[in-house]
């Protein structure tokens, strides 16, 4: 039996600069949960992007997340 693996989830994690804190850079993340399993590389960058430009820190990665099932055939 081969076994194959579908993406089940995709989420767009922001890392933003809480500032240095004892000579080491801390970070706050954004989590966006509920992104379309199709949605591009270009597009979830792009709009890390838009989204990190509301937020009151600034970005400093854009990060994406999958999750995938493994299935038997």
């Known amino acids: 039996m081969a076994t ?12 933003l600069d809480a500032g240095i ?9 954004k989590v966006f949960t509920n992104v379309k399993t199709e949605a591009t590389d270009e597009n979830m960058h792009m709009s890390g992007v838009v989204l990190a430009g509301l937020q009151s820190r600034n970005l400093l990665k854009v990060k994406k997340i999958e999750e995938y099932e493994f299935d038997e055939q």
């Open 4 to 15: 194959v693996a579908e993406i089940a989830k995709k989420t767009l994690k922001l890392e």
């Open 21 to 29: 804190i004892d000579g080491k850079q801390k970070l706050a993340s």
